[in-house]
């Protein structure tokens, strides 16, 4: 009999045990590629991809779409020495303090039907980058103050000493461009909704006020350090559309995945008078209060008009994607094919 000692002795072995899955003997299946199951495979591929391609460029050709760049717009209050104006990104370079009012006439080439949405544009901003994305504190989001901040927030975190509300990169740089369209042909402004335009997942569940007096609750914290107000005050016409839940916000916070994106500013209001249809072709007047600079980045900023199709908005990139694919699929198809045919009794 071996004693314990000698049990301790022995010499460790590395030899898995003798299982079926430690040995590899699990019974396991492998496709055997054949000329009977490759081509058909090739053709069924090329057949459907083509018509879904095509149907989704339709779909993307029903949206109408007009794009107007605002970013080196003249000021219209403030003028050289010679009678030549200021850039407002000029301006507020200098000051950035003071907003800026700019206006740009344009005229859409034929009518907008159906539903209208506003969106504001970006170029070269890069919301994708790893520390601006995790520069945030979700536990604030959610309403739960406190005077400790995350670290993520960094170096938006606090300000002399007091805790910053909403904390971190993202919230700092929110983009505060306000937007005004005007209708020459109706004399008044196009009515714009600021609700709506964020994902009812992030308003109802990601972000939350704290309970209580907004005022009094966000007064004993800072605002960030680029905003021209604070939290609560967002928006001054509609109490529930302040703190965290206000959707300019909520949109924000949801990061763009490309330095060149598009973010939903506004809804059209097709309940007022003349504007039930959608947008009439015509002559309008976009006002612009510049606040937001993007000359330090080579950024650019835009303001976009567009409808919407079953399938959302303009996005011809997966309807073409989806036809090479198909063709692709054909070619090789019958490619082989012809190989198959002509090399099959070697």
């Keep these: 009999m071996t004693s314990i000692s000698e049990i301790g002795s022995l010499p460790k072995t590395k030899k898995p045990s003798d299982s079926a899955f430690k040995q590899q003997r699990l019974p396991a299946w492998q496709p055997i590629l054949t000329a009977g199951t490759v081509l058909p495979t090739f053709f ?20 109408k779409e007009y794009i107007l760049d605002y970013t080196d717009c003249n000021s219209t209050n403030i003028l050289r020495a010679k009678g030549v104006p200021f850039k407002c990104a000029d301006v507020i370079a200098i000051n950035r303090t003071e907003p800026c009012y700019c206006e740009l006439n344009f005229t859409l080439p034929y009518d907008f039907n159906g539903k209208i949405y506003m969106y504001y ?13 995790k520069s945030r504190d979700d536990n604030q989001l959610l309403g739960k103050l406190s005077d400790i901040v995350s670290g993520d927030c960094e170096p938006f975190a606090y300000d002399n000493g007091v805790p910053i509300v909403p904390c971190g990169a993202i919230a700092n740089s929110l983009f505060s461009d306000e937007l005004k369209l005007h209708s020459v042909k109706h004399g008044r402004d196009v ?23 907004l005022s009094e609750v966000f007064k004993h914290f800072a605002k960030p350090k680029n905003w021209t107000k604070p939290i609560y005050e967002l928006d001054p016409y509609n109490e529930n559309n302040n703190g965290f839940q206000n959707e300019d916000l909520i949109v924000w916070m949801r990061t763009a995945a490309l330095p060149t994106f598009r973010k939903l500013y506004r809804r059209v209001d097709h309940t007022a008078a003349g504007f039930t249809e959608g947008l009439l072709a015509g002559n309008y007047t976009l006002t612009v209060t510049y606040t937001y600079p993007v000359s330090a980045f080579d ?20 309807g073409i994607a989806y036809i090479v694919v198909g063709c692709i699929c054909l070619l ?7 190989i198959h045919i002509k090399c099959s009794k070697r």
């Design 44 to 63: 069924v591929i090329g057949i459907a991809f083509i018509p879904v391609g095509v149907g989704l460029l339709y779909f993307s050709d029903q949206v």
């Design 121 to 133: 544009g970006l170029t070269n901003f890069y919301q994708n980058h790893r520390r601006y994305v």
């Design 191 to 213: 009515p714009l909704l600021k609700t709506g335009i964020a994902w009812p997942s992030d308003k109802n569940i990601k972000f939350r006020n704290p309970g209580g007096n």
């Design 299 to 318: 950024g650019r900023k835009r303001m976009i008009l567009s409808t919407t199709s079953l399938l959302g908005g303009k996005n011809p990139f997966l």
């Design 332 to 338: 090789l198809g019958i490619t082989l094919l012809i």
